[in-house]
């Protein structure tokens, strides 16, 4: 029995850890996606920011810098400057001894030719100015002319290039060492640092305390008061730090400011030495070697020290590292370990919640948990006597006599999984085409030989309980199997079935519709809302309410059932009308705040004969005094509507009423050109069906884009539903959609969070 049970649990264990080994696989694979397409960047960036606080160090102080900014412009009045101020900075800084000077600002275009020709004479003078070169600059470097400063002066000048590449924070964390200009000239950091061209890009060390970085105001400089000490033989840059001006960059740590300073922790960067960028792909591959050597140990401890210390090294080693101009991205491996990690404790402590502790075989809670058990047979077997025998045993018998129980109910089945409750139960799943009756009756017939525990012979009393498999909990499943056991002995039989399909949900069926009224009136029905989205304005304009009851037994209700059997037994009016007063209140609510919002409800054909529903819905709209044309009403069962008569002329009433009139669900019913003509709605809705659809299917793209220009032809708004991937949405905007509404656009949801979610687009949109 024990060899037995020992290679049983050692398969589980190889089972366990091959589960691991494709977590971590799967999660390798997961980080590399994420990194590939930039979504780990920002929290890559987080780190990068906290590692550069904890050693913050100053600038070398051999650049200085002369901002021209806001003190600057109201000391001169004007932008852009009229170039004879160049000009003297040029003259003023050189009589200083400046070892070089070098612009952050463009000189490409010709100004007042009396200030132009003062410029170039300075520079001239000089003979050591460097000028800026704009170079492609942007998110993906987009291509574009680079033009330079005028010849006349370039022509005793050096130039270098201020092109960066920028992030979705408008932030800059790499710098080329040079750019592509008539061959290849040096960034201008590349130039303060005095470094020649080199190809590729480096990281920037924003540890740097800009605050160390010598400055002298450029008001200063041109009426001359300041220490030309500060300025012999040193570097010397001019550039705008201004938001009026522009030029203006997110410093990661410090915040906006302007473009100059990246160049000048550039060069601080490169004066320090030669960064080196290791990037995340050397330091995943060694954590996955570690994560493999991490679960391959079978002691717990082990594991957890090893990804616990993995993950403090990737926190705390590239501190020193990046202190070295050594950079390394560790948010993949980071994502890596702690899911496995996570993974690991989580198993771990639902083990220690889902193991039995006297025999070590998974309990019922475990069972309950099994999903694979939810299409199989389940049998319970129930020992009467289990707790009367464990009382009389000593301390380590009960394990004896769990063995050999477990050792009889594995017959012929050494690998079966057994679960092993309190109280003598034990159970196990079983296909439910199996036949298991021949098997059941061979394992009474074992249990008729008394157990031998510590030399006592012990009699068991055991029956079986068969639940053959339906579709309620498995907590409601086992049971039923227990209740099938003990009737079993109470029969006198040594197994029964219990098969729950014949009662299953009968009387809820029946007493579904009465309930439905109940819970209207009890508060169980409420009202989601899923907004609706403009695609020219990417704005919340309205949204559709939707029923939901939430029973409290039997929990969510799908609304497919229950507003369809209403539908089916002519009792969808009580409902309808519960829906338009919280829809109708709710966005009178939020049209009071001064938001334009419209809202849409569905309305059944079996309501369009109702002759008192036009009265009732202009008494609603008038007491939450909401405008009609606010309210859109969405016909369902479309097909109803294929010929005049009373429907046609009640939809004609609501529009006179100025209530908006929608065909949902179009595509699956009568959609031609006459039906249309002939319901006259406002707005045409396309089933959720075609639009899934539209980016595999080409039928369905077609069908979205004819169903549009169709639409648009007649005047018509368009609103597609089922929008749930932002793809989808593209393809939307392009086919000039008018209104989309899905998960890609937003859940269902209470007033509370629609409201709110408003709000905050406003405030974003505003800023």
């Known amino acids: 029995m024990g060899r037995k049970t020992g290679a049983v649990f050692k398969r589980r264990t190889d089972k366990a850890d091959n589960s691991l080994v494709r977590l971590v696989l799967w999660t390798g694979i997961v980080a590399i996606l994420l990194t590939w397409i930039g979504a780990i960047q920002p929290f890559e960036d987080v780190l990068r920011v906290a590692r550069n606080r904890s050693h913050v160090h100053p600038a070398s102080g051999n650049i200085v810098l002369v901002p021209i900014d806001d003190r600057v412009l109201r000391d001169t009045a004007r932008w852009p400057w009229p170039r004879r101020y160049h000009a003297q900075l040029i003259d003023r800084l050189s009589a200083a001894g400046a ?98 061209p080199r190809a590729g890009e480096f990281m920037l060390d924003y540890s740097i305390d800009l605050k160390s970085i010598p400055q002298i105001n450029a008001t200063n400089v041109l009426a001359g008061r300041f220490d030309p000490r500060a300025i012999a033989g040193k570097t010397v840059i001019v550039g705008t730090n201004s938001e009026l001006i522009g030029d203006q960059y997110y410093i990661p740590g410090v915040g906006k400011m302007g473009g100059v300073f990246i160049q000048i922790i550039g060069a601080e960067t490169l004066k320090a030495g030669r960064p080196v960028d290791l990037g995340w792909a050397a330091t995943l591959a060694l954590v996955f070697a570690l994560t493999f050597f991490a679960i391959r140990r079978r002691v717990s401890a082990y594991r957890n020290a090893l ?184 029969d006198g039989l040594k197994w029964k079935y219990h098969d729950p399909d014949s009662l299953q949900d009968a009387s809820w069926k029946l007493s579904m519709l009465s309930q439905l009224d109940d819970a209207i009136d009890g508060g169980q029905v409420w009202v989601a809302y899923q907004p609706k989205l403009e695609l020219s304005s990417r704005r919340i304009i309205g949204a559709e309410a939707l029923a939901r009851w939430t029973h409290p037994e039997k929990g969510p209700i799908a609304a497919t059932e229950f507003v369809a059997a209403a539908e089916q037994h002519n009792r969808i009016g009580k409902l309808t009308d519960f829906v338009l007063e919280k829809a109708v209140g709710g966005a009178a609510q939020i049209n009071k705040r001064g938001i334009d919002f419209g809202i849409a409800v569905n309305l059944s054909a079996r309501l369009l004969t109702d002759k008192g529903f036009t009265l009732r819905l202009s008494a609603l709209l008038a007491r939450h005094g909401l405008a009609p044309e606010k309210l859109t009403l969405e016909l369902t069962e479309t097909a109803a509507l294929g010929g005049s008569g009373e429907g046609i002329d009640m939809i004609s009433r609501l529009r006179d009423l100025g209530v908006r009139i929608s065909i949902d669900d179009y595509g699956t019913g009568l959609s031609t050109l006459d039906y249309l003509k002939k319901i006259p709605a406002n707005e045409i809705k396309i089933d959720q069906s075609f639009v899934k659809g539209m980016a595999d299917n080409r039928s369905d793209r077609v069908m979205v884009q004819s169903t549009i220009g169709l639409a648009h032809s007649l005047d018509r708004k368009v609103v597609a539903e089922g929008v749930e991937h932002s793809d989808i949405l593209d393809l939307l905007i392009g086919m000039k959609c008018d209104i989309a509404q899905g998960f890609a656009v937003g859940r269902p949801m209470s007033l509370e969070s629609l409201t709110k979610r408003i709000a905050s687009d406003r405030k974003r949109s505003a800023a």
């Open 307 to 490: 990804c616990l210390g993995g993950i403090v090294t990737l926190l705390v080693a590239p501190i020193w590292l990046e202190s070295n101009l050594i950079f390394v991205d560790v948010v993949p491996s980071l994502f890596l370990l702690t899911t496995v990690w996570g993974f690991l404790g989580w198993r771990g402590l639902r083990q220690r919640g889902l193991v039995n502790p006297v025999s070590n075989l998974p309990n019922l809670s475990a069972l309950r948990s099994n999903r694979d058990g939810r299409t199989q047979a389940l049998i319970a077997a129930r020992i009467f006597n289990y707790e009367e025998i464990a009382a009389a045993l000593p301390t380590d018998g009960e394990r004896q006599l769990v063995e050999q129980i477990v050792s009889r109910l594995r017959l012929a089945a050494s690998d079966r999984t057994l679960y092993h409750g309190d109280g003598g139960v034990f159970a196990w799943f079983e296909d439910s085409k199996a036949p298991f009756g021949n098997h059941l009756d061979a394992l009474h017939a074992m249990f008729r030989n008394p157990a031998r525990v510590d030399g006592l012979l012990v009699d068991l009393s055991i029956a079986f309980g068969v639940e053959v498999g339906s579709s309620r909990t498995l907590a409601n499943r086992l049971a039923s199997a227990l209740v099938a056991a003990e009737e079993a002995a109470h």
């Open 99 to 196: 070892k070089s000077i070098f612009f952050d600002i463009t000189f490409e275009t010709r100004s007042n030719p009396v200030d132009d020709d003062l410029l170039a004479a300075a520079i001239a003078r000089s003979r050591r100015v460097t000028l800026a070169v704009r170079g492609q600059s942007g998110p993906d470097r987009i291509a574009q002319d680079t033009p330079g400063p005028l010849p006349m002066f370039s022509r005793n000048a050096r130039l270098a290039s201020i092109g960066v590449s920028y992030n979705f924070q408008n932030a800059v964390w790499r710098l080329p060492y040079a750019a592509d200009y008539n061959g290849a000239l040096p960034s201008l950091a590349s130039g303060l640092a005095g470094s020649g």
